[in-house]
């Protein structure tokens, strides 16, 4: 196939490489004239577009960039796309958009999609070979996508080494919060926590272990990106996150009264995330 990829950052580059390895000719798209270079440069794509209506004979386009403009770009590209032509996007929430285009004529051709896989890093130089084997790719709303359409991309997704599960868009983003954004917020929040207690950054480095290192990882992930997330998911987002506070409040007040029991207690309850992750 020829693959337009829009949006040439650690989703879009990382599915680029993908699209290459399974012999596909894949055109690169983005706002940021570096990020085409560079995508350019280091082989993640085969050649760049200004836009979509230049590239001949495509077959395939994948939006790759926020979400928010996800939603500007989506019912445009809906109403130009050909009868033989097909969209997925990669957001990281599924509700909104799925929303904007319920009734678009052109509905069919269009799958939603969410890899549940990345890393801290951003930019096309953030891209990665085999990022997606042994992931899930969540699939929303399939019973509105074309039949045809739908198995070929889901083909696609097997061919990459993924593995497919269905939600629809509400149950996505709700499971998304409590599973992904909160650990992004909890990472920002320790971050900040230690920078502000910690005057010294040199002793950070020489007692930071690999708790510590790990329980921060995703601080390092992109602020633009997160906030989005964080708004575009904020209902979900702020459910979980009372939760979550509810939880150290009960941590604070063991440790207050030095329930040595209760704290027993929540950490052993806590361990049991060990028959699932």
């Not at 650690?10 to 290459?20: D, P, R, T, V, W």
């Not at 209902?235 to 704290?263: S, Y």
Request: charged share 25%; hydrophobic share 40%; with cysteine.
């Amino acid at each position: 196939m020829r693959v337009a990829v829009v949006g040439l950052g650690l989703i879009g580059g990382s599915f680029a490489l993908e699209m290459k390895r399974l012999k596909n000719q894949v055109i690169g798209l983005d706002k940021n004239p570096k990020h085409k270079e560079q995508a350019l440069n280091l082989g993640i794509v085969d050649e760049i577009a200004d836009d979509l209506p230049s590239i001949p004979d495509l077959e395939l386009i994948v939006l790759a960039t926020p979400v928010k403009a996800i939603k500007e770009e989506l019912p445009g590209i809906l109403d130009e796309i050909q009868s033989d032509q097909m969209v997925i996007d990669l957001g990281s929430t599924k509700m909104q958009i799925t929303e904007m285009v319920s009734d678009h004529p052109k509905r069919p051709h269009y799958l939603a999609c969410h890899p549940m896989a990345g890393t801290e890093f951003s930019g096309p130089e953030a891209a990665v070979k085999n990022l997606f084997r042994d992931r899930f790719m969540v699939i929303c709303e399939e019973e509105k996508t074309n039949k045809n359409i739908a198995s070929q991309l889901e083909q696609l997704f097997l061919s990459m080494g993924m593995e497919l599960v269905y939600y629809n868009p509400a149950a996505h983003d709700k499971h998304a919060a409590y599973v992904s954004h909160i650990s992004h917020i909890t990472s920002f929040a320790l971050a900040n926590t230690v920078l502000k207690k910690e005057e010294n950054e040199e002793d950070i480095f020489k007692l930071a272990a690999g708790g510590f290192t790990s329980t921060v990882r995703l601080a390092k992930s992109n602020a633009e990106t997160w906030a989005e997330i964080f708004l575009e998911n904020r209902l979900q987002v702020l459910d979980v996150l009372t939760e979550h506070i509810n939880q150290l409040e009960q941590f604070r007040k063991a440790i207050e009264e030095k329930n040595e029991i209760v704290l027993s207690e929540m950490m052993n309850s806590a361990n049991q995330i060990r028959k699932i992750v």
